[in-house]
């Protein structure tokens, strides 16, 4: 068959769709089960599945919020009572001064950054323009969202090592250079898959920097504050109409329902607006009608701050105690958990690339995901890329040790 270009991109298969294949698949060829350490699950937290059971039942009962966000077509912008509770809550919350018009919805933030990369990026006339991202590794998702040739452009980070296991990446901010092709900035904060928080002062230059050139900055707040608030260090956030900030109810606990939010001025939010009329008629309103009274009276922020961030916490460091003593005296290290759920674990003097450990390890039964995918933009022969691996700390703790030390076998026979 014939397909288009655009059809054919997706075809030699994506990073984002074998990551996405791998997370359905539970069982391996030979019956086994398997470790699950890939994909991008959050946990299974009780006190939110049980506030989001009690929040469905009493949706059901009211038949007004169900025929307003259900039984009929909701508004391209999304759900109105939910965007009026959230705007409501952020300038509590953070003292903004947002209204309506600065809030779309979409069916997740994957689906946003589709639809913003696109907007921002790519022909403008005679010209290709592109998204920096200060620093790689950065999120996987972005990669191969370009309607037409690649868009992004990226640079190595630096290197901090911390003892004997553990390093952290920082921007290089005296090489980083906005070329006049650039037309924005885009970071993810905490960063999937390191588990890196940009600090405050690198988010303050990255800020100056976009304004100076007039190209928006993009913060993907898929983990931040303030929910989930997946985030173990102090960090800040600040909103203007040059930052274009991005939120998912995903790592809340709802990945399933399909919910992103994106905040930013409105001439932004109105270009989302129409090409959500295009490719979806509306955004999913059923999470957000179900979920809104918590954004009403606030107890979103209760839950994040009570039971999301805490077990995260706790599991960041227990992740990181199991990878130190699964890898004590091997050549590894792992990249400080500053926020998300993720450990992003750095082999090197490995021998073989990041796919052949993926699949080695994959045959024994443990599932992570190849680092190699996690460097949108940096074309640079970099052996790095081909050094890593990111493993997800969400899940069942026995599976997360097994797994370490069955990644320490292997890094134990290649190095
Ligand atoms: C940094 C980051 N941004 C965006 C997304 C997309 O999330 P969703 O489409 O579920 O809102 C993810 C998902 O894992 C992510 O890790």
């Given at each position: 068959?014939?397909?288009?270009?655009?059809?054919?991109?997706?075809?030699?298969?994506?990073?984002?769709?074998?990551?996405?294949?791998?997370?359905?698949?539970?069982?391996?060829?030979?019956?086994?089960?398997?470790?699950?350490?890939?994909?991008?699950?959050?946990?299974?937290?009780?006190?939110?599945?049980?506030?989001?059971?009690?929040?469905?039942?009493?949706?059901?009962?009211?038949?007004?919020?169900?025929?307003?966000?259900?039984?009929?077509?909701?508004?391209?912008?999304?759900?109105?009572?939910?965007?009026?509770?959230?705007?409501?809550?952020?300038?509590?919350?953070?003292?903004?001064?947002?209204?309506?018009?600065?809030?779309?919805?979409?069916?997740?933030s994957?689906?946003a950054f589709?639809?913003l990369f696109?907007l921002l990026a790519?022909?403008?006339?005679?010209?290709?323009?592109?998204i920096l991202l200060p620093?790689?590794?950065?999120y996987?998702?972005y990669?191969?969202?370009?309607?037409?040739?690649?868009?992004?452009?990226?640079?190595?980070?630096?290197?901090?090592?911390?003892?004997?296991?553990?390093?952290?990446?920082?921007?290089?901010?005296?090489?980083?250079?906005?070329?006049?092709?650039?037309s924005g900035i885009c970071v993810s904060r905490?960063?999937?898959?390191?588990?890196?928080?940009?600090?405050?002062?690198?988010?303050?230059?990255l800020d100056?920097?976009a304004?100076?050139?007039?190209i928006p900055l993009i913060i993907d707040n898929?983990?931040?504050?303030?929910?989930?608030?997946?985030?173990?260090?102090?960090?800040?956030?600040?909103?203007?109409?040059n930052i274009v900030l991005t939120?998912?109810?995903?790592?809340?606990?709802?990945?399933?329902?399909?919910?992103?939010?994106v905040i930013a001025?409105?001439?932004i939010?109105?270009?989302?607006?129409?090409?959500?009329?295009?490719?979806?008629?509306?955004?999913?309103?059923?999470?957000?009608?179900?979920?809104?009274?918590?954004?009403?009276?606030?107890?979103?922020?209760?839950?994040?701050?009570?039971?999301?961030?805490?077990?995260?916490?706790?599991?960041?460091?227990?992740?990181?105690?199991?990878?130190?003593?699964?890898?004590?005296?091997?050549?590894?290290?792992?990249?400080?958990?500053?926020?998300?759920?993720?450990?992003?674990?750095?082999?090197?003097?490995?021998?073989?690339?990041?796919?052949?450990?993926?699949?080695?390890?994959?045959?024994?039964?443990?599932?992570?995901?190849?680092?190699?995918?996690?460097?949108?933009?940096?074309?640079?022969?970099?052996?790095?890329?081909?050094?890593?691996?990111?493993?997800?700390?969400?899940?069942?703790?026995?599976?997360?040790?097994?797994?370490?030390?069955?990644?320490?076998?292997?890094?134990?026979?290649?190095?």
């Amino acid at each position: 068959m014939d397909f288009s270009d655009f059809g054919n991109k997706f075809r030699g298969g994506t990073g984002i769709a074998e990551l996405m294949q791998d997370l359905a698949s539970t069982q391996n060829a030979d019956g086994q089960p398997l470790h699950e350490l890939g994909g991008g699950n959050p946990a299974q937290i009780p006190e939110i599945n049980a506030t989001y059971a009690n929040l469905l039942h009493q949706y059901a009962d009211n038949p007004v919020g169900f025929s307003r966000s259900s039984a009929r077509y909701g508004a391209p912008q999304g759900e109105k009572s939910f965007i009026t509770s959230l705007v409501k809550l952020l300038n509590r919350h953070h003292n903004w001064s947002i209204t309506e018009q600065n809030v779309v919805l979409t069916n997740g933030s994957q689906n946003a950054f589709f639809m913003l990369f696109n907007l921002l990026a790519g022909k403008h006339g005679s010209e290709h323009k592109k998204i920096l991202l200060p620093m790689a590794p950065e999120y996987i998702g972005y990669e191969d969202v370009a309607l037409g040739d690649s868009i992004f452009v990226s640079q190595r980070p630096i290197i901090d090592t911390i003892g004997e296991q553990q390093f952290k990446y920082r921007v290089d901010i005296d090489n980083l250079q906005v070329s006049s092709d650039i037309s924005g900035i885009c970071v993810s904060r905490p960063t999937n898959p390191t588990g890196n928080v940009l600090s405050n002062d690198e988010i303050k230059w990255l800020d100056e920097l976009a304004s100076q050139h007039d190209i928006p900055l993009i913060i993907d707040n898929a983990y931040g504050a303030p929910f989930p608030n997946i985030i173990n260090v102090p960090c800040s956030l600040h909103w203007h109409n040059n930052i274009v900030l991005t939120l998912s109810l995903s790592k809340f606990g709802l990945p399933g329902t399909r919910t992103g939010i994106v905040i930013a001025r409105p001439e932004i939010i109105d270009a989302l607006t129409q090409m959500n009329a295009v490719m979806n008629l509306s955004p999913t309103a059923l999470c957000a009608g179900i979920i809104q009274p918590i954004f009403e009276d606030g107890s979103v922020l209760e839950l994040s701050n009570r039971y999301i961030q805490p077990f995260y916490k706790q599991r960041a460091s227990d992740a990181m105690e199991w990878f130190e003593t699964a890898f004590a005296g091997l050549p590894a290290r792992a990249h400080k958990i500053e926020g998300a759920i993720f450990l992003w674990l750095w082999f090197p003097q490995i021998t073989i690339s990041s796919a052949e450990l993926y699949q080695r390890l994959k045959k024994r039964h443990v599932v992570v995901v190849p680092g190699h995918y996690f460097f949108p933009g940096l074309d640079t022969d970099w052996e790095h890329k081909q050094q890593c691996i990111r493993v997800n700390i969400s899940g069942n703790p026995d599976s997360i040790k097994t797994g370490l030390n069955i990644i320490a076998d292997e890094i134990r026979t290649l190095t």
